[in-house]
């Protein structure tokens, strides 16, 4: 058991008998919760419920550290087959978020292991945060900061901006997130937007006053591109040389999806050339990102470092949501956001479950 470390006062026992596990990067060198909501009072909220700290952490997570828990949920760390070699207990993985390009599925099918994801919780941040880009970057925010701090008051005249309105924005992934940026931008008077999705129908994008259109279409017409699609075998390497030589020299790329949907080097020569206007990036394609990206050197690249639509609100819904599943697998229902439903059905899973309830009912 010295994989963890249990959360509570002086490494008491938090109360429960479903060992949830929590990965060590929602935590300081010293354990202190990073975030809200992610610490002691989980106990108090979910006393059913024996929160676990993982006391390192791994880029990938090792065998050792799965061991005699119930139940994880995982920040940054990638899951694979390995990590769960000797999960003989598991019965849960909830992913912190909604991408889980960092989470073999298919592995943890094989293992009888849910897997989860926070559907929903993210949409409104990351579509407020994609709009604070939009703005940021038509009005050159950034540089007009530097002009001030740099008492450079007379050169405010080169960085004239432009509005939204009138602009046409083209959204690469219609899912919650793309959806919800479209209904936070109505009053900014912007064109109909262009939605390129193979997954949505093109009535549905009617029925929110969108068009649905080629990618090839969107990169053309686009004043705005916003990828919002999860990172697939069929996304990596979307927005490469060719995709980007189609935009038009005034149009904004802005990613707030996965790094590997863009080629960085493409990219990078793109605006090297000035061949776009600029672009925004909270993801990239190897993180972290140390040293400071190559692509610090445009003023006209705003960039995050995978946390543009981090807010107190934002953890607070995904770690309800994310031990949610824990709650709804203890009460005998499907977890929200479940992404291998079959594996409820197998008896090994099944076996484990009822194990679980049999401790609880002690």
């Known amino acids: 058991m010295d994989a963890y470390v249990r959360l509570g006062v002086d490494g008491k026992r938090s109360g429960g008998r479903f060992r949830l596990g929590l990965t060590a990067d929602f935590f300081t060198a010293t354990g202190e919760p990073r975030y809200r ?3 002691e009072q989980l106990a108090t909220a979910y006393p059913h419920i024996e929160f676990v700290r993982l006391n390192r952490h791994e880029p990938e997570i090792q065998p050792e550290q799965l061991v005699g828990l119930h139940g994880i949920v995982v920040l940054t760390p990638r899951v694979t087959a390995r990590s769960l070699e000797q999960a003989s207990d598991l019965i849960l993985l909830a992913r912190f978020g909604v991408g889980y390009d960092s989470v073999d599925v298919a592995a943890c099918t094989a293992r009888h292991v849910a897997v989860t994801i926070t559907a929903g919780a993210v949409d409104r ?11 940021a ?42 959806r919800r940026v479209l209904e936070l931008l109505r009053g900014f008077d912007m064109n109909p937007a262009l939605v390129f ?3 949505v129908t093109a009535e549905q994008v009617a029925a929110l ?3 649905s259109v ?46 590997g949907i863009v080629d960085e080097d493409a990219l990078y020569t793109a605006l090297a ?82 194990s679980v309830m049999s401790a609880n009912a002690e």
């Open 197 to 199: 999705d193979p997954f």
């Open 137 to 178: 970057l038509t009005h050159h925010i950034r540089m007009k900061d530097r002009l001030v701090r740099e008492g450079r008051w007379d050169d405010r005249s080169r960085y004239m901006g432009i509005e939204l309105r009138g602009r046409t924005l083209g959204i690469v992934g219609f899912g919650g997130i793309g």
């Open 37 to 39: 909501e992610m610490g």
């Open 125 to 135: 941040p990351v579509a407020e945060a994609t709009i604070a880009w939009l703005l």
């Open 273 to 354: 050339e000035r061949r776009i206007a600029g672009a925004a990036l909270d993801c990239f394609d190897v993180e972290p990102v140390v040293p400071p990206s190559r692509f610090a050197e445009f003023d006209n690249v705003l960039l995050a470092p995978h946390a543009i639509a981090w807010t107190e609100e934002l953890f607070r819904d995904i770690g309800r949501m994310a031990i949610g599943g824990a709650v709804e697998l203890l009460a005998n229902r499907r977890p929200h956001g479940l992404l291998n439903p079959a594996v409820l059905e197998h008896a090994e899973f099944q076996s484990r479950w009822r």
């Open 209 to 211: 006053g969108a068009r």
């Open 214 to 259: 080629t990618l090839d279409e969107l990169l053309r017409e686009a004043d705005f591109v916003s990828l919002h699609c999860p990172l697939s075998a069929a996304t990596r390497g979307l927005i490469g040389a060719e995709q980007l030589s189609r935009m038009k020299t005034n149009a904004f790329l802005i990613n707030t999806a996965r790094g």
